[in-house]
């Protein structure tokens, strides 16, 4: 199971025995692959309910920053046409 995929592309070296940074370094990328949002979800039973609602508003949040990083590109711009043109 060590040489599985999921296993080995998360694998941190620790240099020069110095074990605490690459505990935080191995934390940070299972906090970015959201392995560990995953582990704590899955220690209990989450009823269906309660699942459809955890993925919806998932979508919902996805959608939003999706349309807001979009709104910000399109505002910082900088070659884009002056709206105000003569003012």
Not at 8 to 28: F, P, S
Not at 49 to 58: G, S, V
Request: aromatic share 10%; charged share 30%; proline share 2%.
């Amino acid at each position: 199971m060590a040489n599985h995929l999921r296993f080995v592309a998360r694998t941190v070296m620790v240099q020069e025995g110095n074990v605490d940074a690459a505990y935080k370094t191995l934390n940070r990328v299972l906090a970015h692959d959201g392995i560990i949002d995953t582990v704590k979800r899955k220690r209990y039973f989450e009823k269906p309910c309660r699942e459809r609602q955890r993925k919806n508003f998932e979508n919902c949040k996805r959608i939003y920053h999706a349309d807001m990083a979009r709104k910000i590109t399109f505002i910082s711009r900088t070659y884009r046409q002056d709206p105000w043109v003569g003012c």
